[in-house]
């Protein structure tokens, strides 16, 4: 059977009515919109459509395809299929490198295609905590907290709330935390996933953690376990789970469709354009396949929404950064902003697995093999992380800030020892004394077996990310810097090692074969621990920090009202903003600050 959703596709294509989705740089070449959006990804696609709707004319300029027909994409139980196709992969690949620029063998995700990483990512959602949302306004952020930031993820979400069957199986919801009359669908799995091992992953972080199920990881205070929903709903006449992107909710579908929106796909912006008054007048622009480069107009503003890994190279092209990274590849400095894709920050996470016994390999209630990302979802504190020892290493966080900061400037992923000890203080008390929940473990199952993944929640280790090359097209040096700083690798060994524990409670005895805990043996040391999990950390996609907002003085790049300092007409309104990371994933956060981004620059016309 035929959905609706296809027919709504081709409309758009055709170009019949409504938005303009290009390959062809003539609609945007030597023209002039109201504002116009370097990258078509989540909040590109939130700040144009919000623009727009208000009837003024919007351009995103996006690298990536239009591939909203591929079916890895909107299918999201086929995202495991994503990268198998190059001709429709949505995916930059970017190399990540060490200190001295070598290439580490982790590659780094993110969305190159109209929806950007909304396309590709795990659709986990979940929202950050009113407590390091009001830490956010206390590093210099007037008006960004709970109070303003939780209406926007509750304005963008329609919550499908749970049936009796899913409820069941583990699934939960406290409706004052959530939207039901928002465009981004989110909804737990129709029919749930591998409920019975979900049951017995949450009686053994009980054991191990002492932190008991709970109905809804957005409603937590702080710690927390329980089943996961994500931004994706059951279509019943296609028989599919569909990924609710942000260009699906919000740029594709009919109801959606606006004149004043046109989005350039398949062309890369390579720098923003200033008057001699460093007013933003437009964007360049040009076509890996041709390298012809071009100019667009801006009678307003230029928006900056290329993600964490994006914008701050196009900042440096364009003359705005630190002299010596700009002096290094022949750019004049237009302004000396050192802050520029500094405090880059994700997630290292790595992962350990339990041989399940061939009998209950077969059951599909403890393996499924569906393709959705972590069905369970535990946040753990400093106390229910290490015990005895958090009393200890909270002290020390305490003590040590100044040196840390000292550290982050040194290795150049911080500019001053101010700014860095302000930051550094904030996150510190938001572990210490907030108790906000320092490690994430997601329970999961593949074929044969039973897999913990896990990463440090709120790292303090800062990396940063510079041009490589005066070529536009060129890809970025990005130096995360995972697990550089002694408590993050402290948290990730003590996460590993109690992950390992869950496997040996009396709730998995029944199921378990053997313990595979590659590579380190049942009696490893801490030093051992730490050198497996470095060795195979990957990224967990949550890129931010690198164009923060933060005063000025104290390293930052952007004002609270988004402008990049020292020009006008010039706004970043990305995941790049947001200082430090949330106990969340990122989508919610990054929902509410691009329609906090729309409704500032609404206010300021
Ligand atoms: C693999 C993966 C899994 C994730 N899982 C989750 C999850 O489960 N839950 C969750 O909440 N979050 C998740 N995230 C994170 C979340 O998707 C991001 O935080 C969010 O999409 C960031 O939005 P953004 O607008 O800053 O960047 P993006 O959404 O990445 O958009 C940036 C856009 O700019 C385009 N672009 C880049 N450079 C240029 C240029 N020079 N010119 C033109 N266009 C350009 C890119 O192609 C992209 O389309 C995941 C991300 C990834 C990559």
């Given at each position: 059977?035929?959905?609706?959703?296809?027919?709504?596709?081709?409309?758009?294509?055709?170009?019949?009515?409504?938005?303009?989705?290009?390959?062809?740089?003539?609609?945007?070449?030597?023209?002039?919109?109201?504002?116009?959006?370097?990258?078509?990804?989540l909040s590109g696609i939130v700040v144009g459509t919000k623009l727009s709707a208000q009837g003024y004319s919007v351009?995103?300029?996006?690298?990536?395809?239009?591939?909203q027909n591929n079916s890895a994409i909107y299918n999201a139980e086929l995202r495991g299929t994503l990268n198998d196709n190059p001709a429709t992969d949505c995916n930059w690949h970017y190399v990540a490198s060490d200190q001295n620029g070598t290439a580490l063998p982790m590659k780094i995700d993110s969305g190159k295609c109209i929806?950007?990483?909304?396309?590709?990512?795990?659709?986990?959602?979940?929202r950050p905590t009113s407590t390091e949302l009001d830490a956010l306004e206390s590093l210099g952020n007037p008006g960004w907290n709970s109070t303003t930031m939780f209406p926007y993820m509750k304005a963008i979400?329609?919550?499908?709330?749970?049936s009796a069957a899913q409820r069941a199986d583990g699934a939960g919801l406290v409706r004052s935390h959530h939207g039901f009359h928002g465009l981004v669908n989110v909804s737990f799995p129709v029919p749930m996933r591998i409920p019975a091992a979900q049951a017995?992953?949450?009686?053994?972080?009980?054991?191990?953690?002492g932190i008991p199920d709970s109905p809804d990881l957005s409603a937590r205070k702080n710690s927390v376990?329980?089943?996961?929903?994500?931004?994706i709903w059951w279509d019943p006449v296609a028989q599919v789970t569909r990924r609710a992107s942000a260009a699906y909710s919000l740029l594709y579908p009919e109801s959606q469709q606006q004149d004043t929106l046109t989005v350039l796909a398949e062309h890369t912006v390579s720098k923003v354009i200033f008057n001699k008054?460093?007013?933003?007048?437009?964007?360049?622009?040009?076509?890996?396949?041709?390298?012809?480069?071009?100019?667009?107009?801006?009678?307003?503003?230029?928006?900056?929404?290329?993600?964490?890994?994006?914008?701050?190279?196009?900042?440096?092209r364009s003359g705005v950064g630190s002299k010596s990274v700009l002096k290094s590849f022949g750019i004049k400095q237009l302004v000396d902003l050192p802050g520029v894709g500094l405090n880059l920050q994700d997630q290292p996470g790595t992962g350990l697995s339990a041989l399940v016994q061939p009998a209950n390999a077969s059951s599909p209630l403890i393996i499924d093999n569906r393709n959705l990302f972590a069905p369970v979802i535990s946040?753990?504190?400093?106390?229910?992380?290490?015990?005895?020892?958090?009393?200890?290493?909270?002290?020390?966080?305490?003590?040590?800030?100044?040196?840390?900061?000292?550290?982050?400037?040194?290795?150049?992923?911080?500019?001053?020892?101010?700014g860095a000890t302000e930051l550094f203080t904030a996150v510190t008390n938001l572990i210490t004394k907030d108790k906000m929940p320092i490690t994430e473990l997601v329970s999961e199952s593949y074929p044969a077996v039973m897999t913990s993944v896990f990463w440090p929640l709120v790292p303090l280790s800062r990396g940063h990310i510079h041009i490589n090359s005066s070529d536009p097209f060129a890809a970025p040096r990005v130096t995360p810097r995972f697990l550089s700083d002694d408590f993050d690798l402290k948290v990730a060994v003590q996460i590993a090692k109690q992950a390992r524990a869950l496997y040996q409670t009396a709730p998995f005895a029944p199921i378990i074969a053997e313990l595979v805990v590659d590579a380190v043996a049942v009696n490893a040391t801490d030093a051992e621990w730490a050198a497996w999990y470095t060795s195979t950390a990957f990224g967990a996609s949550h890129w931010l920090g690198s164009s923060a907002m933060r005063p000025r003085k104290s390293g930052g790049v952007v004002s609270p009202t988004l402008e990049v300092y020292g020009t006008s007409g010039l706004r970043v309104v990305d995941a790049s903003v947001m200082p430090f990371q949330v106990t969340s994933h990122s989508m919610s956060l990054v929902y509410a600050i691009s329609q906090k981004a729309a409704d500032i620059i609404l206010a300021s016309r």
């Open positions: 059977m035929l959905s609706l959703y296809p027919l709504t596709v081709l409309a758009i294509s055709l170009g019949a009515f409504g938005t303009k989705i290009s390959t062809d740089s003539s609609v945007a070449s030597g023209r002039t919109f109201d504002y116009v959006v370097a990258g078509a990804g351009l995103l300029i996006e690298a990536g395809k239009d591939l929806g950007g990483s909304s396309s590709i990512n795990g659709m986990v959602w979940y979400e329609h919550n499908h709330p749970p017995i992953y949450k009686a053994a972080v009980l054991l191990v953690f376990s329980a089943s996961t929903s994500w931004t008054d460093m007013k933003a007048t437009g964007l360049e622009f040009g076509s890996v396949i041709d390298g012809v480069l071009h100019t667009v107009n801006a009678k307003y503003e230029v928006l900056l929404a290329a993600g964490s890994l994006a914008t701050p190279p196009i900042l440096e946040l753990l504190n400093i106390d229910e992380l290490f015990g005895n020892d958090s009393t200890k290493f909270s002290v020390q966080l305490q003590n040590n800030i100044k040196v840390r900061a000292k550290a982050a400037v040194a290795i150049g992923a911080e500019v001053n020892i101010k």
